[in-house]
């Protein structure tokens, strides 16, 4: 488990520093061929930083209000109440507030900007069929997101994510309205042309390359709260277990929309199994997920 961990914990940083690089290079080549310099990218971090602070503070009542999820006391469900409290004990973390999401499917998601400002939700579905380490395992495995700061990370990637938005917004503007390089006369090399060339084409796949970035850290961190709720719980055969209840479940949660499926435990558009569905998916396969979580018991 603690091999899983520090494993997952060494790729996201890579990952972020990958994202960081391009980002970086995106913005000389974009300010080579626009003449605009380093205009653009601090234009554009400023404007992405900006809106990312305002889905950081606002997002998670977003996500819980468009999942349909409703606020509980521990009176209204003793059961599911009691078994965040005490996983909280043992994780040293605030108990976050309580939500049910009236769905039969088997789901949960944990948002909020830090432990003590954070809510967990679990679906009527988890709470019916799972037996007790199973849901014990679902929990245990949001209250990690929770715990591994895993929303102010993912805030840090809405920002890169931005950024190669906005840069590449400026780049096409600037080439409807004439903002491009005029004359190639300092480039008596070829070498200008070449990176000329070579910045629109990576312009143009940059939104892709993005994508794929921020899906790679978004399932190295699945990855890390899968081994921590083992770590939490002792028992990685009951997320296994639960992982393999959810994707047999035929429930469906209507409620999930693009904009929330990374935050739930699994895909609820269930995904698909070709190469294609997974490469954008926002979880890793789940088959995956359970022979780690067996290799780790």
């Not at 990958?18 to 626009?34: A, D, P, Q, R």
């Not at 096409?172 to 008596?188: I, Y």
Request: include cysteine.
């Amino acid at each position: 488990m603690y091999n899983q961990i520090d494993s997952n914990k060494r790729r996201t940083v890579i990952l972020i520093i990958v994202f960081i690089v391009f980002i970086s290079l995106l913005g000389y080549l974009i300010g080579y061929v626009t003449d605009y310099g380093n205009g653009a990218l601090v234009i554009a971090l400023i404007i992405s930083l900006v809106m990312a602070l305002l889905g950081y503070y606002s997002g998670d009542k977003v996500a819980l209000l468009s999942s349909g999820a409703v606020a509980i006391k521990k009176e209204d469900n003793p059961y599911i109440y009691r078994m965040v409290e005490n996983l909280c004990i043992t994780a040293g973390t605030p108990t976050p507030a309580v939500y049910v999401i009236p769905s039969p499917a088997i789901n949960a998601f944990a948002t909020g900007r830090d432990p003590k400002h954070s809510s967990i939700a679990v679906t009527q579905g988890a709470i019916e069929k799972l037996e007790n380490e199973e849901l014990e395992g679902v929990i245990a495995h949001e209250l990690s997101h929770i715990k591994n700061y895993d929303i102010r990370l993912m805030t840090i990637v809405v920002v890169l994510v931005g950024t190669i938005s906005i840069l590449t917004n400026i780049f096409w503007r600037a080439s409807l309205f004439g903002g491009g390089r005029k004359s190639d006369s300092e480039d008596k090399s070829g070498l200008g042309t070449i990176l000329m060339i070579a910045g629109i084409i990576l312009i143009i796949l940059s939104p892709i390359i993005a994508a794929l970035i921020q899906l790679a850290v978004s399932r190295r961190r699945e990855y890390l709260a899968d081994a921590s709720a083992s770590l939490l719980t002792r028992y990685p055969e009951g997320l296994a277990r639960a992982l393999e209840k959810i994707k047999n479940d035929t429930g469906v949660l209507t409620t999930a929309n693009s904009g929330t499926a990374h935050l739930y435990i699994s895909n609820p558009f269930k995904g698909g199994k070709n190469f294609l569905a997974n490469a954008f998916s926002t979880h890793p396969p789940i088959d995956d997920r359970i022979a780690k979580l067996r290799e780790m018991a």
